[in-house]
């Protein structure tokens, strides 16, 4: 931890909150001269304290440790570069317009890399009146199905949530776009209809 990265993190973020050293001490439980001597980098705040200070102030503990928040760049509302990330423990679904730090069960979750799915693993998309009927003969047996279906168009995205046991027989708007689709098993994968 960098005192003066972490300072200066702290004051900005404690002023964009609009607390005062004083209050942001009061949450903490600590007197505000500890609040000062963080933000004048003369220490850093004790381990214990991180993960109540990143929630006072709306930060990561990461972002503390380091001392710098990393802003996404600005996508200007394309969801093509929507990606995904799936807990491991729970099947948390999670979905980030770009890249995102994000934990689920207490772990960081990596975004899915999709793969293009190959004949074993594709779709079968069917035009049905002013839809798409989705269907496929993958296994859905609670260790290894298939646990969403999702849409991606440049801007907008339709998720569906799939369970085991349930036959895979969806149906989205006919509309030109990614499929994507996430194999328990086997990961997360795209075809472009």
Not at 34 to 54: M, T
Request: glycine share 8%; net charge neutral; charged share 20%.
């Amino acid at each position: 931890m960098d005192p003066i990265k972490t300072g200066g993190l702290i004051r900005a973020a404690r002023k964009e909150k609009g607390l005062t050293q004083q209050q942001l001490a009061r949450r903490l439980h600590v007197g505000d001269k500890a609040v000062s001597k963080w933000e004048r980098a003369a220490g850093c705040p004790d381990v214990s304290l991180l993960p109540a200070l990143a929630e006072a102030l709306d930060v990561g503990v990461e972002s503390l440790l380091s001392g710098e928040l990393e802003a996404n760049e600005i996508t200007g509302g394309n969801m093509k570069q929507t990606k995904f990330y799936v807990c491991p423990d729970c099947g948390n679904i999670i979905t980030a317009a770009a890249g995102a730090a994000l934990s689920c069960c207490g772990r960081p979750l990596a975004a899915l890399e999709p793969q293009k799915a190959d004949a074993e693993h594709a779709l079968t998309v069917e035009p049905v009146e002013n839809e798409l009927f989705i269907a496929s003969g993958h296994p859905m047996d609670k260790g290894h199905y298939i646990s969403f279906l999702a849409l991606l168009r440049g801007d907008s995205l339709l998720l569906r949530r799939l369970y085991p046991e349930w036959d895979v027989q969806v149906r989205l708007p006919a509309a030109h776009g990614r499929l994507l689709w996430y194999c328990t098993r086997h990961g997360l994968f795209y075809q472009n209809i």
